[in-house]
């Protein structure tokens, strides 16, 4: 009888497939059980504490977010600095921060941001990625967005365009007016800028080679 090659043997073959997925199975359990820890938003103690956290909490709205390269990684990484004032407030509590930030995440929700926009990579691309909006420097205090609006503050220059995008043209794609209060947009800006502070391993790619965007010049 003539033998018969392992390849063509079924047996083989059924083996081979319960062993791939068992392994699969042990490494999508293990990957699970590290990625939440990785994903849980920390707490206003940690961010006193100086403890690094890849989603921070939601009082990291009373700090300075920039964005540097880090060399061992090599890509940039949100930076949470000192405090300073957000809204004219640099003692936001946790429990006010993590309201305005639920209102803004209900906001952009609600508005459907994600129809013309993309946000931690969902999303659309007929309009800017959001994902770093924070950090762009065009809402800086030499940018020209800010100057635009006449605000002396990012915050309040971003709130400003959400409430009345039709009144400052930013490019052909002009953003239509969607109706945003004053205290939506207050919490659709707390929203962007804890984004912005979530370290997404240098996501988006082409956002450090902005001009000004590293350093939070």
């Given at each position: 009888m003539a033998k018969r ?16 997925t068992g392994f699969a ?178 996501f988006p790619r082409n ?11």
């Amino acid at each position: 009888m003539a033998k018969r090659s392992v390849w063509s043997d079924n047996r083989f073959w059924q083996r081979s497939a319960a062993w791939v997925t068992g392994f699969a199975s042990i490494l999508l359990i293990w990957l699970t059980f590290d990625t939440i820890p990785q994903i849980t938003m920390g707490t206003d103690a940690d961010l006193k504490g100086g403890v690094t956290k890849r989603v921070p909490g939601p009082t990291v709205i009373n700090y300075k977010i920039t964005y540097e390269m880090d060399a061992k990684r090599m890509h940039e990484i949100p930076v949470i600095g000192d405090k300073e004032l957000f809204f004219g407030r640099d003692d936001w509590s946790e429990e006010e921060a993590g309201a305005l930030l639920h209102l803004g995440k209900l906001g952009s929700q609600a508005k459907n941001c994600m129809d013309c926009h993309t946000l931690l990579g969902n999303g659309a691309y007929y309009a800017p990625d959001l994902t770093k909006a924070w950090l762009d420097p065009a809402w800086g205090p030499e940018g020209s967005m800010q100057a635009m609006t006449g605000k002396s503050t990012k915050e309040e220059a971003m709130a400003e365009f959400l409430q009345h995008p039709s009144t400052y043209p930013t490019h052909a794609r002009m953003m239509p007016d969607l109706g945003i209060t004053a205290e939506e947009a207050k919490g659709l800006v707390a929203f962007l800028k804890h984004m912005s502070s979530i370290d997404t391993n240098g996501f988006p790619r082409n956002f450090g080679r902005m001009q000004g965007a590293v350093n939070g010049k």
